[in-house]
């Protein structure tokens, strides 16, 4: 506004602005016939001479010019000659008033009217906060629905789930014979086993639309929102029907009630709730079947597993051998591969490898290729990227002097030499001394088959390797590196769990300590102690004798085979990397030596 009247200011006070003259000086331009017109504006008189020159007058209010003139005595015939123009004031006046009386006020209107529309977005964002963030897919409108053929492997889920998806595809069938159908299927496994991808799949083979939501999604700071949310989703899932609601990370929402300290869990309880009186209110021909997925079953709220709630459960394990191959084989379909790739030998390289891992393995392979500006995918790029994928990435700019990597050799020559000997101990697929991740070298030693169980020799052979390690340093150089720490830390750990979990020492076949599930300011509290002092004494003893008696398996084969030892370092310390038929060679050199 400011910049306006500076604006108007200028422009009035700008140089053509006529001059101002007394009534006199103009009855004397007219009695000399100077005059050529005169326009009434009111009290203000425009006058414009016969040479061009404009000037204003003002007279008195309500006097009109004619008689103005008549009092001057000016004779009419001199009247005459001007041009008259007179201007009715009246629509000017009315106009000027509204103008300025409206003009504010309008102004005012619109800011109150800017600031109401913003109020009201603040209301409208408030209310579609306890709205259901679900994203809903429709296999109908996308092209690339995803099948039970883009799932490989999971032969049992699979076939569990095919009745959920006759189900969908015809709900008439069982509702005429009366058959209660699941209304609840929770899928249980590791990360990344393909949990989402099934339940997409089981909406794309049944052709019915999707709702995904994550468990955590539904919890907020504000109390209420997440059973709006529940709510929400619900009522739009009834309006698709039949479709199917996949919730992520049930054990976000689904962990037992009441162990919780604190109060933000009366948010998670109420939303808990709201799931169980959803899943309650289903009409059975409602049509909905909800699928949840986690991979913490041991912490859900038994309420959840009761019949007529996620009563169905599938359980997913991590892909065995065969399964690896078919997954690879899955993801390679849109990679151009070289011929020498075999998913056999890959997936027997990557046992504990989930769905997701063996994706993210190919496509850091992919990655590789790109970034070398090659055209197909090699197989010695799938085992860099194994390698990659476990260890973190290769660090060939930290330079390791002579002397560390003589130790490293050393070090990773002891567990690859034990881990060689011991029967017990899977074979050695691959050793190096090329830094990766946080680790100086490393010996890669996987079993040639998947297992389900291990027992107690296998475990002590691990023990060994472990220290194969530490006590090849210790031999060679009469002393011992900060490296082997990770190896001692893991040690530790299976010689604990042997103890108090798997009932594998002299104290007998019970376990120790009670894993309890509890979540206080944000850190877990897990174990809990059901044993003595004196027992936690004897705990840690039987942990000591498990370690001792690794280190002694490790010395005893360190001692008997020094020389192939030694050579084994000779070759590190040349190749820096030697693959698993290297290795095996060296060995066999050196057997077929010994026999003639
Ligand atoms: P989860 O939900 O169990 O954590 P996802 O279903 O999100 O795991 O799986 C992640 C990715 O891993 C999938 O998108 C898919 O690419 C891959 N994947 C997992 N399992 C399989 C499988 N059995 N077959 C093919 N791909 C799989
Ligand atoms: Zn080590």
Known sequence: MIAVGAFFSLYTAGPQKPETVGIEILIAQIKDEKVKKIDVKGETLEIELSDGKKEIAHKEPGESLSTLLKNFDVSPEKTGKIELAIEDQTKNFWINTILSFLVPFLLLAFFVFLMIRQVQGANTRALSFGASRARKFDPKETKNKITFADVAGAAEAKQELAEVIEFLKQPKKFHDLGAKIPKGVLLMGAPGVGKTLLAKAVAGEAEVPFFHVSGSEFIEMFVGVGSARVRDLFTQAKKNAPCIIFVDELDAIGRQRGAGLGGSHDEREQTLNQILVEMDGFDPTDNVVVLAGTNRPDVLDPALLRPGRFDRRVIIDLPMILDREEI?????????????????????????????????????????????????????????????????????????????????????????????????????????????????????????????????????????????????????????????????????????????????????????????????????????????????????????????????????????????????????????????????????????????
């Open 328 to 596: 690879l084989k899955v993801h390679a379909r849109n990679k151009p591969l070289a011929q020498d790739v075999d998913f056999n030998r890959i997936a027997s390289r990557t046992p504990g490898f989930s769905g997701a891992d063996l994706a993210n393995l190919l496509n850091e392979a992919a990655i590789l290729v790109a970034r070398k500006n090659g055209a197909i995918i090699t197989m010695p790029d799938i085992l860099s990227s194994i390698e990659k994928v476990i260890l973190g990435p290769e660090r060939k700019g930290r330079l390791m002097s002579d002397a560390e990597k003589k130790i490293t050799a050393y070090h990773e020559g002891g567990h690859a030499l034990v881990s060689h000997i011991l029967p017990a101990a899977p074979p050695v697929q691959k050793i190096s001394i090329i830094s990766r991740g946080h680790a100086a070298g490393y010996t890669l030693n996987l079993p040639t088959e998947d297992r389900i169980f291990k027992n107690r020799s296998e475990f002590k052979a691990e023990l060994a390797v472990l220290l194969g390690g530490y006590t090849a340093e210790k031999t060679i150089f009469g002393d011992v590196t900060t490296g082997a720490s990770d190896d001692l830390k893991k040690a530790t750990r299976i010689a604990r769990k042997l103890v108090t979990q798997y009932g594998m020492s002299a104290l007998g076949q019970r376990t120790f300590g009670e894993k309890e599930e509890m979540i206080f300011l944000g850190r877990e509290i897990t174990e809990q102690r059901d044993y003595s002092e004196k027992t936690a004494e004897r705990i840690d003893e039987e942990m000591n004798a498990f370690i001792e008696e690794a280190a002694r398996t490790a010395q005893d084969i360190l001692n008997t085979h020094r020389e192939k030892l030694e050579s084994l370092v000779q070759l590190l310390l040349e190749k820096e990397m030697l693959e698993k038929e290297e290795f095996d060679a060296l060995f066999a050199k050196e057997a077929n030596e010994s026999s003639e």
